[in-house]
């Protein structure tokens, strides 16, 4: 389930507008970081013509065939394309090119996170965290903001802890296509209670929408104060890698509010996997799963002890 990322940056305050990066001159030339700078594209549900072809396009670059990925970002013309020919020339004129479409776009942290990334293979450490960090602050409800914090905490697992509901979507639902199965779940969440909000949270989350995910969790919170599953979604939506403790001081309360909750100690046990705490998540994990080792928490959580390994 977990991969490091493989970036060993230093966490850089401060947010700078991305389009300052370009007017930076004069800079003593070195030697890129070997290899090319990955592509992180994320078309979410596109199934359109181009997001496919842009997708089998990033595949190629990041699989080195550079001159065919080259070939199909030049017979499109939107924000992706032109990242993706601009990596694809790599070194050759790939900062400019990316800071230019970062003052015509100075609000995408699309942008902001590849200009990062073309800036830090170019050995501009401090620049590359500065453009994250302005990609996590632009769009925050945006895959790319989360892509971002993944470079700026290298220590910590990618992507955010996602809410593990002990319930699923009822079957007509879940039945549908992947665009269908989002707009039944958001109209569910509508009018449904606190179960159907939590799934579409969870759709959310797993779209790379951590903002409006939490404000469904908090919805559902609202809706149900008494049900451990909504107030534990809300705590776990919090979760942010600049600010673990906010979302900790939100669930770990919730052990005296609902001892025989299991979902509680399972959340407890997956957030420090993500803080690197692996001999505390053992301890709460442990605790989820003799809470019920046949459910369907149990059995996730047996799962994530096995990956953990022994102590």
Same mark, same amino acid.
């Given at each position: 389930?977990?991969?490091?990322?493989?970036?060993?940056?230093?966490?850089a305050s401060g947010v700078v507008v991305i389009g300052v990066l370009a007017t930076r001159t004069n800079l003593p030339k070195v030697e890129p970081r070997p290899g090319t700078p990955p592509l992180a594209f994320d078309?979410?549900?596109?199934?359109?013509?181009?997001?496919?072809?842009?997708?089998?396009?990033?595949?190629?670059?990041?699989?080195?065939?550079?001159?065919?990925?080259?070939?199909?970002?030049?017979?499109?013309?939107?924000?992706?394309?032109?990242?993706?020919?601009?990596?694809? !020339?790599?070194?050759?004129?790939?900062?400019?090119?990316?800071?230019?479409?970062?003052?015509?776009?100075?609000?995408?942290?699309?942008?902001?996170?590849?200009?990062?990334?073309?800036?830090?293979?170019?050995?501009?450490?401090?620049? !590359?965290?500065?453009?994250?960090?302005?990609?996590?602050?632009?769009?925050?409800?945006?895959?790319?903001?989360?892509?971002?914090?993944?470079?700026?905490?290298?220590?910590?697992?990618?992507?955010?802890?996602?809410?593990?509901?002990?319930?699923?979507?009822?079957?007509?639902?879940?039945? *549908?296509?992947?665009?269908?199965?989002?707009?039944?779940?958001?109209?569910?969440?509508?009018?449904?209670?606190?179960?159907?909000?939590? *799934?579409?949270?969870?759709?959310?989350?797993?779209?790379?929408?951590?903002?409006?995910?939490?404000?469904?969790?908090?919805?559902?919170?609202?809706?149900?104060?008494?049900?451990?599953?909504?107030?534990?979604?809300?705590?776990?939506?919090?979760?942010?890698?600049?600010?673990?403790?906010?979302?900790?001081?939100?669930?770990?309360?919730?052990?005296r509010v609902f001892p025989n909750a299991q979902t509680v100690r399972f959340h407890l046990g997956l957030m420090l996997i993500w803080i690197a705490q692996v001999r505390q998540a053992r301890q709460e994990l442990e605790?989820?799963?003799?809470?019920?080792?046949?459910?369907?928490?149990?059995?996730?959580?047996?799962?994530?002890?096995?990956?953990?390994?022994?102590?």
């Amino acid at each position: 389930m977990f991969f490091l990322v493989a970036l060993a940056a230093v966490v850089a305050s401060g947010v700078v507008v991305i389009g300052v990066l370009a007017t930076r001159t004069n800079l003593p030339k070195v030697e890129p970081r070997p290899g090319t700078p990955p592509l992180a594209f994320d078309f979410g549900l596109r199934t359109d013509p181009e997001a496919r072809a842009l997708e089998h396009a990033e595949t190629l670059y990041n699989n080195r065939n550079r001159k065919q990925a080259a070939a199909i970002f030049g017979r499109f013309h939107s924000v992706e394309a032109e990242i993706g020919a601009a990596f694809a !020339a790599w070194p050759a004129d790939t900062v400019r090119r990316l800071q230019t479409l970062a003052a015509e776009h100075p609000k995408s942290s699309l942008v902001a996170l590849h200009v990062g990334l073309a800036l830090y293979w170019s050995r501009r450490d401090p620049e !590359a965290q500065t453009a994250w960090r302005a990609a996590e602050k632009l769009q925050p409800d945006s895959p790319y903001a989360v892509r971002a914090g993944d470079f700026l905490h290298p220590r910590l697992f990618t992507g955010l802890p996602n809410f593990v509901p002990s319930f699923e979507a009822p079957r007509r639902i879940g039945a *549908l296509p992947p665009p269908q199965q989002v707009a039944a779940l958001e109209r569910a969440a509508r009018t449904g209670g606190a179960h159907a909000k939590i *799934l579409y949270g969870v759709a959310l989350q797993r779209l790379g929408h951590p903002v409006s995910a939490e404000r469904e969790f908090t919805a559902a919170a609202n809706t149900s104060p008494n049900d451990p599953e909504a107030r534990v979604a809300a705590a776990v939506g919090l979760f942010d890698k600049d600010n673990p403790a906010k979302a900790f001081s939100r669930l770990g309360p919730l052990v005296r509010v609902f001892p025989n909750a299991q979902t509680v100690r399972f959340h407890l046990g997956l957030m420090l996997i993500w803080i690197a705490q692996v001999r505390q998540a053992r301890q709460e994990l442990e605790k989820a799963r003799a809470e019920g080792p046949g459910t369907p928490l149990g059995k996730q959580a047996s799962q994530l002890l096995k990956a953990l390994g022994t102590r």
